[in-house]
T-cell receptor, first 116, second 111 residues
Framework: KAGVTQTPRYLIKTRGQQVTLSCSPI?????VSWYQQTPGQGLQFLFE???????NKGNFPGRFSGRQFSNSRSEMNVSTLELGDSALYLC???????????????FGNGTRLTVT | AQKITQTQPGMFVQEKEAVTLDCTYD???????LFWYKQPSSGEMIFLIY??????QNATEGRYSLNFQKARKSANLVISASQLGDSAMYFC????????FGTGTRLKVLA
């Protein structure tokens, strides 16, 4: 079974631009979560989608948005990029039925975004 | 609110020895899951082991075991017979309605 696929692996953008990251979950997984990882802040939860609906959201500004499609694939968009948005963005999928607290997350390799 | 604390930013262990990575948590929920993940330098987060809050037995997966002490709210990871490939960042996480990760412990295995 194929794992979680994130594209692209690396991105370099300039301040003010926008970026879209893509994530294809493991087949059969309907929950997709996004995390931002930086050396200073660690792993920060961005949002989670389940069956095309945003189920949870972290404390990030509105410049960060996401969506999930009917095939469970997810995209994350960051508008008006700032230098501080430079990070590793990790996508994870799980079986994650509502209220299911015991499903492990399966992560992709991440997209490393550099904002200059 | 949930919280995960990993107090060891970095650790060294000699190859073939056992090592314990500490993790304490705080939650008011009765039902929760505890997880450990490994992150090599390549960046991918790898799921290692899971412990449910109602599980009475400590979880084991190969060389990994989770020392679960519910009353103390601790969920330490024990790696037996360390290998050079175990060198990585290790994250503890708690899940109720969402996941919260600790700050991680960087483990270096010495030859």
């Amino acid at each position: 079974k194929a794992g979680v696929t994130q594209t692209p692996r690396y991105l370099i953008k300039t301040r003010g631009q926008q970026v879209t990251l893509s994530c294809s979950p493991i087949s059969g997984h309907r929950s997709v979560s996004w995390y931002q990882q930086t050396p200073g802040q660690g792993l920060q939860f961005l949002f989670e989608y389940f069956s095309e609906t945003q189920r949870n959201k972290g404390n990030f500004p509105g410049r960060f948005s996401g969506r999930q499609f009917s095939n469970s694939r997810s995209e994350m968009n960051v508008s008006t990029l700032e230098l501080g948005d430079s990070a590793l963005y990790l996508c994870a999928s799980s079986l994650g039925e509502t209220g299911d607290y015991n499903s492990p997350l399966h992560f992709g390799n991440g997209t490393r975004l550099t904002v200059t | 609110a949930q919280k995960i604390t990993q107090t060891q930013p970095g650790m060294f262990v000699q190859e073939k020895e056992a090592v314990t990575l500490d993790c304490t948590y705080d939650t008011s929920d009765q039902s929760y899951g505890l997880f450990w993940y490994k992150q090599p330098s390549s960046g991918e987060m790898i799921f290692l082991i899971y412990q449910g809050s109602y599980d009475e037995q400590n979880a084991t997966e190969g060389r990994y075991s989770l020392n679960f002490q519910k009353a103390r709210k601790s969920a330490n990871l024990v790696i037996s017979a360390s290998q050079l490939g175990d060198s990585a960042m290790y994250f503890c996480a708690i899940s109720t309605y969402k996941y919260i990760f600790g700050t991680g412990t960087r483990l270096k295995v010495l030859a």
